[in-house]
């Protein structure tokens, strides 16, 4: 069972350019989060997404992010028109059942190994 | 709104030694989990905690919830050079969030 899946591991930008980042779920997990990491920060929560639906962006920027997670194909995370201070990690995580919802059960996130943004 | 404070953000211990991470919420958390990124590296969920003054252990690692679900912390015994990493709580948040504290980077020197 393939884990979370992120593409590209590197993503390399100059500023005012568009970066996009995949990620695949782990198989049968409906339940998609993006979240930034600085270096030598935290995690800061981003959005929350299900199939097609944007269920919680309140951690996105207003502007130049978007995310989706199409019926088909991964779900996209996308920063226009980058800055220098989008550098940053950026990681997806999945799990098969919102936390809020899976009661006293485990509920887990499952990370991806991240997509490293560097803006020149 | 909910704030989930870690302490310390550095902690530099020699191989042997034991090693604790801090955990605080500002409102009560229904559960709380703990997981670990080494460097490089993304993070890996290693427990979750639900029950009030629950303790849970995992070999070395002791994972405490506080009386209140508003505290927790994390002890390793006898710290090994494999225990590198950042140690990160996070608590559920009202909505879909779910808040992480800031982290405790730990080094072993052998």
């Known amino acids: 069972n393939a884990g979370v899946m992120q593409n590209p591991r590197h993503l390399v930008r100059r500023r005012g350019q568009e970066a996009r980042l995949r990620c695949s779920p782990m198989?049968?997990?409906?339940?998609v989060y993006w979240y930034r990491q600085l270096p030598e920060e935290g995690l800061k929560f981003m959005v929350y997404?299900?199939?097609?639906?944007?269920?919680?962006e309140s951690g996105m920027p207003k502007e130049r992010f978007s995310a989706e997670f199409p019926k088909e194909g991964p779900s996209i995370l996308r920063i226009q028109q980058v800055v220098r201070g989008d550098s940053a990690a950026y990681f997806c995580?999945?799990?098969?059942?919102?936390?809020?919802?899976?009661?006293?059960?485990?509920?887990?996130?499952?990370f991806g190994p991240g997509t490293r943004l560097t803006v020149l | 709104g909910q704030q989930v404070m870690q302490i310390p953000q550095y902690q530099h211990v020699q191989e042997g030694e034991d090693f604790t991470t801090y955990c605080n919420s500002s409102?009560?958390?229904?559960?709380i989990q703990w997981y670990k990124q080494r460097p490089g590296g993304h993070p890996v969920f290693l427990i979750q905690?639900?029950?009030?003054?629950e303790v849970k252990k995992q070999k070395r690692l002791t994972f405490q919830f506080g009386e209140a679900k508003k505290n927790s912390s994390l002890h390793i015994t006898a710290t090994q050079t494999t225990d590198v990493g950042t140690y990160f709580c996070?608590?559920?948040?009202?909505?879909?969030?779910?808040?992480f504290g800031e982290g405790t980077q730990l080094t072993v020197n052998p």
């Open positions: 995580a999945s799990s098969p059942v919102h936390f809020q919802l899976a009661g006293t059960g485990v509920n887990e996130q499952f």
């Open positions: 198989k049968g997990h409906s339940h």
């Open positions: 997404l299900q199939k097609e639906n944007i269920i919680d």
């Open positions: 409102t009560t958390l229904s559960n």
């Open positions: 905690l639900v029950k009030s003054g």
């Open positions: 996070a608590g559920p948040r009202s909505g879909s969030r779910l808040t």
